[in-house]
């Protein structure tokens, strides 16, 4: 099912951190892709460009300073999401506390299917914010366990409000049910499209692994680029343009797959130059944590093919440019 | 034709209620509008204005919300290190450089905007206080914690202090009244910053300085320097576009105004044939009858216009006082807003009654005499 209706102009101001951003774009060292057709799947990254986390990594914990971490000494504690080399924000923590530089207890919460913190230091209701290199902190509300850890990333522990903390465990809550209502099945309620002009909304999608990144995570790992591939197969997409980022100037590593291009009937944004879809996994309960999509740098490094999905109940995906 | 117009009401008085109703909802939408965005845009310049500062040096990152977040009292997660205060005041316009913290944190079990900063507050604020050593706790902020003057506050988040009140600040009507105000250190203990600052404050020796030395600031690593002037010129940008939207809804409801006037008053023609053809018999001229139902239509119009003002000025009342930037703005109403929404009105009841008064002043006596 879907729908078009138009909707309102977003004043270019809101784009200003992006653009400067979207606007310092380079080539990476992978083709670009045009997917259109019958053909919606996307080749593995060559192993020259698969890097993972290789120098010590900082992250701050309020109250107990600024702590660095050795990549290398790192296992998943979700290794049924990433790929070896490859792990989480929280593992970074219990790592930290596996070598006596912090006090934490946390335990897996099936019902939110995350880790969760349930003491730091003395302190409960931890939460985090974390951006790659060149981006800036986005009130995430992504699961800390599905986030992965880059070289050059920005992590911040700190104490969340209760009211949004509680909106964070609602919104994972949901997913999880929506997840088991749908058997197993990943099915997003509700999917738009949204450029300065024009929307396209998408009902129902059923979203399957295309292994986008098996670099990073492990096969039939879902993630939001998949759901645009998901779209293209099913035929409501006429074409899509990925073009994998391994730096930018001023940005060592920024190494994902930005959607350059994406047209459909009904949607084809009519801006052109420096564009980029960037996403917003969002939901009822969760809506009104988040931060004005506008605003949300670290999804342009954040790409689609790196944020992990459970069951969102809507995704967002907004076409900005310079 | 005073005594035909009032006649006609009384004789038709639940559809002309209806018709000033109708008015009066779109007149009073744009009296609320009018008075709401007055008082966001004076919000925004009391509380740019109240932080005394020419430049604010920012952290790295868009620097309209870190402004706002500075404003409301909320952490933004993004800081500057305090060893860059040596190199800022060292600028030769740097008058005064205030490094600032703040967070919410329990204060006295209560979540509250925590505003840490050093003596040279005193040189940015306008609080009459001299001295700042212990805390000074904004009126509201006194008010909800139920404290005063004297009085132990105990504090906490990352770290667990107790300070006393040196002083409870006269009511600024801005959100200092909102913030508990403590030492620096004693700030970036309890919000975990460390040597962090979350802003600082820079007031230069001279406002013609104010372009150089912010150009001089702004080359500093790991800071922006950003004068509030244009912080308050965005936001006004951005809340522009919002107030485009509610201008069109507003434009909307105004058009049904118009349409539901114009309807009344076509079917008052119909209604009124044979009072027209006998005014026009009597020796009414067109220009009379075309006279008549204008007058009657824009007497219609400021009814509903003088009604939908105090409708608007009520509903302000109930509207909640945020501009949407988290800050409390209260409506502001002028003269000048009345005026706009009479002429609104009467500009209403011109439009919708000329066709009707049109058709009224084409009716043909004669024709309508035979049908009697």
Redesign the interface.
């Known amino acids: 099912m879907m729908n078009t209706r138009p909707s309102l102009r977003i004043p270019r101001m809101l784009f200003m951190p992006l653009i400067v951003l979207a606007s310092s774009l380079g080539a990476g060292g992978v083709e670009p892709l045009r997917l259109a057709g019958d053909d919606w799947s996307v080749p593995a990254i060559p192993t020259d460009a698969a890097r993972s986390p290789s120098v010590t990594g900082i992250i701050e914990i309020r109250g107990a300073g600024n702590l660095t971490f050795d990549p290398w000494e790192i296992e998943p504690l979700r290794d049924d999401l990433f790929a070896p080399g490859h792990f989480s924000v929280f593992d970074v923590l219990v790592d930290l506390s596996a070598r006596g530089e912090i006090t934490l207890a946390y335990h897996y919460d099936h019902e939110l299917q995350t880790h969760v913190i349930d003491n730091l230091n003395g302190l409960e209701g931890w939460w985090y914010d974390a951006h790659y290199e060149g981006g800036t902190f986005d009130r995430t509300a992504l699961r800390m366990d599905t986030f992965p850890v880059k070289d050059g990333m920005s992590i911040t522990l700190f104490l969340e409000d209760p009211e949004r903390l509680s909106a964070i465990e609602h919104h994972f809550r949901d997913e999880v049910t929506r997840l088991a209502e749908n058997k197993g099945i990943l099915i997003i309620p509700e999917i738009i499209l949204r450029s300065a002009a024009q929307e396209l909304a998408f009902y129902d999608i059923e979203v399957i692994s295309h292994d986008v990144r098996p670099d990073v995570f492990q096969p039939g790992a879902l993630t939001a680029l998949d759901v645009l591939l998901s779209l293209g197969e099913m035929g409501h997409l006429d074409e899509l343009g990925l073009e994998f980022r391994d730096a930018q100037p001023d940005i060592e590593v920024v190494d994902g797959y930005f959607v350059v291009a994406i047209s459909a009937d009904g949607f084809l944004p009519e801006e052109t130059g420096a564009c980029v879809l960037t996403q917003q996994i969002s939901g009822s309960i969760i809506a009104e944590h988040l931060k004005a999509h506008t605003h949300t740098t670290s999804h342009i490094h954040l790409t689609g093919d790196l944020e992990a999905l459970v069951s969102p109940e809507s995704i967002e995906w907004l076409w900005v440019c310079l | 034709m005073t005594w035909i117009i009032l006649a006609n009401a009384k004789k038709r008085r639940a559809r002309v209620a209806m018709t000033v109703a109708g008015i009066a909802i779109g007149v009073a939408t744009l009296f609320a509008l009018l008075a709401l965005s007055a008082g966001i845009e004076q919000a925004l310049d009391r509380e740019i204005g109240a932080m005394g500062a020419n430049i604010l040096l920012l952290p790295?990152?868009?620097p309209y919300?870190l402004t706002l977040a500075l404003m409301q009292g909320s952490?933004?997660?993004?800081h500057i290190p305090t060893d860059v205060l040596p190199d800022v005041r060292s600028v030769a316009d740097v008058a005064v450089a205030a490094p600032v913290a703040v967070g919410?944190a329990k204060i006295n079990g209560q979540?509250t905007s925590l505003y840490g900063a050093t003596d040279e507050i005193l040189a940015v604020r306008s609080w009459g206080i001299d001295t700042f050593s212990g805390a000074i706790v904004g009126s509201d902020a006194a008010e909800k914690l139920g404290v005063a003057e004297g009085d132990r506050l105990t504090l906490r988040?990352?770290?667990n202090e107790e300070i006393v009140i040196d002083a409870v600040l006269e009511p600024t009507y801005g959100r200092d009244d909102t913030f508990v105000f403590v030492p620096l250190a004693v700030a970036q203990r309890i919000?975990?910053?460390?040597e962090q600052l979350s802003a600082i404050l820079v007031r230069t020796r001279s406002v013609t300085a104010t372009a150089t030395t912010q150009s001089t600031l702004g080359r500093m690593s790991d800071i922006q320097a950003v004068p509030p002037s244009d912080v308050f010129e965005?936001l006004m940008?951005?809340f522009a576009?919002v107030k485009q939207?509610l201008i069109l809804i507003t434009g909307i409801a105004i058009v049904a105004g118009v349409l539901t006037t114009m309807n009344t008053m076509t079917m008052a023609v119909y209604e009124r044939k044979k009072e027209i053809g006998i005014l026009r018999a009597l020796g009414s001229t067109k220009v009379n009858v075309f006279r008549l139902f204008v007058t009657e239509s824009l007497v219609l119009s400021l009814v509903g216009g003088v009604a939908g003002v105090i409708l608007g000025f009520v509903a302000t009342q109930f509207l909640p006082q945020s501009s949407g930037f988290g800050l409390e703005a209260t409506p502001v109403f002028s003269f000048l807003h009345v005026v706009i929404c009479l002429l609104v009105a009467i500009v209403v009841g011109v439009a919708s009654s000329l066709y009707p008064a049109m058709s009224a002043a084409r009716t043909q006596p004669i024709k309508i005499l035979r049908e009697l």
């Open positions: 790295e990152g868009c919300e952490d933004a997660f993004e919410k979540l988040l990352y770290a919000l975990g910053l460390g965005r940008e951005l576009t939207t």
